[in-house]
């Protein structure tokens, strides 16, 4: 199919890709990895380390300490960002930041920041929800479909 694009190209379009391969910097793909699994790893072991401060602290239980921890990431996921440290915590380690509960807190806060000149009402307000709507939109989503399986599977006896 690739042979098929350079057929149809004049040799001045062939003689341009080539000279664009050539020049092209490789992506270390390999080294872009390993960031994204360490800094997503530690993320993550700070979220668990949160789970038990609270759990120690707060006497919560494993089973209902999850939303404060989900809420106490967010939020330092959060204040980093208005204050510039999560920005280049993304670009060091890319989807290691962005996968965690943390790029939520990052992406409506970076709209609202972007958008602030525009005033609180319509800047903030009405851009701050636009990449995290939809994300908000499936998860709610998501959770009524897998909660009426759940009621369905226990109407019928299987759960």
């Not at 992506?27 to 700070?46: D, E, M, Q, T």
């Not at 670009?91 to 996968?99: D, E, K």
């Not at 990052?106 to 525009?118: F, K, L, W």
């Not at 499936?138 to 299987?158: D, N, P």
């Amino acid at each position: 199919m690739v042979a098929n694009k350079q057929k149809k190209m004049t040799p001045q379009q062939q003689k341009y890709q080539q000279m664009q391969q050539k020049h092209e910097l490789k992506r270390p793909v390999l080294k872009n990895c390993f960031r994204a699994f360490w800094v997503g790893g530690v993320i993550c072991a700070i979220g668990q380390a949160i789970s038990y401060f609270y759990i120690y602290f707060f006497h919560f239980t494993e089973q209902n300490v999850g939303n404060p921890t989900v809420a106490t990431m967010v939020f330092l996921s959060m204040l980093l960002t208005g204050f510039g440290v999560y920005d280049r915590l993304g670009q060091f380690a890319g989807a290691g930041s962005a996968v965690p509960v943390t790029g939520f807190g990052n992406a409506v806060i970076s709209a609202a920041i972007e958008h602030r000149t525009e005033g609180f009402v319509l800047g903030v307000g009405g851009n701050m929800f636009k990449l995290a709507g939809s994300v908000i939109l499936f998860g709610v989503f998501s959770a009524f479909v897998v909660a009426l399986i759940k009621t369905l599977l226990g109407m019928w006896g299987v759960l």
